[in-house]
């Protein structure tokens, strides 16, 4: 996971420690079928750990109009094709693009 934080960088992102192991534990996409389902789900989401606030949600929607504007997702397999989705639109709303792109070298 990649916030403003270092990646994976659970000691420091309260975001990270709470939905990292959500987003391990779901179920991956499948970037030829177009299902991003649970992974479009967290993104979406405006829930956040008990110790923390509405600015560590993955979905921000804070006071004085702080919010999440866009959200990317992108899958990378060991080998074969990559993929990604972006919107520009707050997670939750329609994804407007994806990308799949064959034959990447993943080193």
Do not use: C
């Not at 992108?74 to 407007?96: C, Q, T």
């Amino acid at each position: 996971m990649i916030t403003a934080h270092d990646r994976n960088d659970a000691a420091h992102s309260r975001r990270i420690r709470h939905f990292l192991p959500l987003f391990e534990s779901a179920s991956p996409p499948d970037p030829e079928d177009g299902n991003w389902r649970a992974w479009e789900t967290l993104m979406a989401s405006r829930q956040f750990a008990e110790d923390g606030s509405v600015y560590d949600a993955m979905t921000i929607v804070g006071k004085e109009g702080f919010e999440t504007l866009s959200s990317a997702l992108i899958a990378l397999p060991a080998a074969g094709s990559s993929a990604s989705r972006s919107g520009d639109s707050p997670p939750g709303a329609p994804m407007l693009r994806h990308e799949l792109v064959a034959k990447s070298i993943i080193y």
